[in-house]
């Protein structure tokens, strides 16, 4: 079967550092997104990563081990904005997205 | 329309009753598909299309129907709703799978 696996919830310190974590099995791999969700909100895309390695994007950066079926979220300079549910999500064979069931990130002052 | 519109923004609803849940997209997108969320199960797909004229099942589809008359418009038929049937429910569209997908603002369905 296909598998996503995210921690369910994250807490964290404005200003700091935060790494989420997103383990897959699923059968065919096209690359791997990461998206944001507010409580009460539709998801909105973070990042995509197809080859191995660390994409960065200002804030927030992604990367991706293909072999290891793993990728991470890193968070840096946390805002209190960024308190949101993030989810993992694979593109598999069919080209449709598997969904992981989201990491909730509390951020504290 | 800018993107894609989802309708109602909530609703609550009898069991036994029907409904359907509107999308709408502008975006021209081949692929459209309908994604239920519920607290700890993440999102499940019900049916998805490939292209107008087109659908397939997803994980959950049961109790769900769909159709896909033109490009646009991809609604989602509960025909005789049941209270399992309480979620949220996103549309969403993607240009191809290394895109992404866009996704409406959510319906918040409730059946009593």
């Known amino acids: 079967g296909q598998n996503i696996d995210q921690p369910t919830e994250m807490t964290a310190t404005e200003g700091a550092i935060v790494q989420i974590n997103c383990t897959y099995q699923?059968?065919?791999?096209?690359?791997l997104f990461w998206y944001q969700q507010h409580a009460g909100e539709a998801p909105t895309f973070l990042s995509y990563?197809?080859l191995d390695g660390l994409e960065e994007k200002g804030r927030f950066s992604s990367f991706l081990s293909r072999s290891k079926g793993y990728s991470y979220l890193l968070l840096k300079e946390l805002q209190m904005k960024d308190s949101a549910s993030y989810l993992c999500a694979v593109l598999d064979s069919n080209y449709q997205l598997i969904w992981g069931a989201g990491t909730k990130l509390i951020i504290k002052p | 329309i800018a993107g894609i519109t989802q309708a109602p923004t909530s609703q609550i609803l009898a069991a036994g009753r029907r409904m359907t849940l509107r999308c709408t997209q502008d975006?021209?997108?081949?692929?459209m598909y309908w994604y239920r969320q519920d607290l700890g199960l993440g999102l499940r797909l019900i049916h998805y299309s490939n292209t107008a004229g087109t659908t397939g099942k997803g994980e959950v589809p049961d109790g769900y129907s769909v159709s896909r008359a033109n490009t646009d418009d991809f609604p989602l038929t509960l025909a005789s709703a049941v209270p399992s049937q309480t979620s949220v429910y996103f549309c969403?569209?993607?240009?191809?799978?290394?895109?992404?997908?866009?996704f409406g603002s959510g319906t918040r369905l409730t059946v009593v």
């Open positions: 990563n197809v």
């Open positions: 969403a569209s993607s240009e191809s799978g290394e895109a992404g997908y866009t």
């Open positions: 975006m021209r997108h081949n692929a």
């Open positions: 699923t059968s065919g791999f096209n690359g």
